[in-house]
């Protein structure tokens, strides 16, 4: 006995130091739901929801209900967003349910989803600029052919084909720029 308790020991603080080294949140429960293992990761991605340093003894309804609606979905893997409105966090959840009860890995994925917004975002606006900059060079082109053809046959004192010939150039320019 004295053995098999300093070998379970010894798995014990294996698991404990691997699970701490770890950045993917880790929460195991017992079968009516209430946490019984939570790592570091796990407790500073939800204890910011719920507002507590322990989530170890707490319910998983009452720290993430995203994630208990999960557990009542089957679903093995999904991607769920936790919190409140001024902190709301994406996470990447598998589950892998032993007979002892669920346990929930998850990855904070929230900047992945920012980053891949902004640039779907920038990849939208590089496109409209390069369509509104196509016809820019041809406009700008005809306008001052224009000037160059038309320019000494129109009365000068008018100046209006002159000033409205300048103006094109100018706002092709603008647009450009």
């Avoid at 798995?11 to 079968?31: D, K, P, W, Y």
């Avoid at 820019?136 to 002159?162: C, H, N, V």
Wanted: charged share 25%; net charge neutral.
């Amino acid at each position: 006995l004295v053995t098999a308790n300093g070998q379970l020991e010894n798995r014990r603080a294996l698991i404990e130091a691997v699970m701490a080294g770890v950045s993917t949140g880790v929460v195991a429960t017992s079968r009516d739901r209430t946490i019984t293992i939570a790592n570091e990761s796990a407790t500073g991605l939800l204890a910011t929801v719920v507002g507590t340093d322990s989530l170890v003894g707490r319910r998983l309804v009452d720290v993430a209900p995203e994630l208990d609606a999960m557990l009542d979905s089957g679903d093995r893997e999904a991607i769920v967003e936790v919190g409140q409105a001024g902190d709301m966090r994406t996470l990447a959840v598998r589950i892998a349910r032993p007979t002892t009860g669920p346990i929930l890995t998850f990855d904070d994925i929230t900047q992945q989803l920012l980053d891949q917004r902004r640039a779907a975002w920038s990849d939208v606006a590089r496109r409209i600029a390069h369509e509104i900059k196509n016809p820019l060079t041809p406009i700008q082109l005809a306008a001052e052919r224009l000037q160059r053809r038309y320019g000494g046959k129109i009365e000068a004192q008018d100046g209006t084909f002159s000033r409205l010939t300048d103006t094109i150039i100018r706002q092709v320019g603008d647009l450009r720029r």
